[in-house]
């Protein structure tokens, strides 16, 4: 199996910075196998919604919202996904999901951390 743990949640104002991080661990096989890692946000009563991805080469793909705010970067081989967040908005209050697409189909997620930004 496969386990992803996020960290760098928190309170923040309106135009501030917040950096998430995501660590992959598990089977060395299973992590490896490991091709998309993203970034979905879910607020309670709305649906799941993709913010970011990044594939294993480094090609990115960004949520209309928060395109020019947000970057997703890669470390592999320290199996790490970043989101660097500027200039955040109350709208992007929400928990934040690290997950992991693998080779053969299977996906991953982390349990989620909070992103609360004031007004």
């Known amino acids: 199996q496969v386990q992803l743990v996020e960290s760098g949640g928190g309170l923040v104002q309106a135009g501030g910075s917040l950096r998430l991080s995501c660590a992959a661990s598990?089977?060395?096989?299973?992590?490896?196998?490991?091709?998309?890692m993203a970034w979905y946000r879910q607020d309670p009563g709305k649906a799941r919604e993709l913010v970011a991805s990044i594939i294993s080469g480094g090609n990115t793909n960004y949520a209309d919202s928060v395109k020019g705010r947000f970057t997703i970067s890669r470390d592999n081989p320290k199996n790490t996904v970043y989101l660097q967040m500027n200039n955040l908005k109350p709208e992007d209050t929400a928990v934040y999901y690290c997950?992991?697409?693998?080779?053969?189909?299977?996906?991953?997620w982390g349990k989620g951390t909070t992103v609360t930004v004031s007004s």
């Open positions: 598990g089977v060395t096989y299973r992590v490896n196998a490991i091709n998309v």
């Open positions: 997950a992991a697409d693998a080779l053969g189909g299977m996906k991953y």
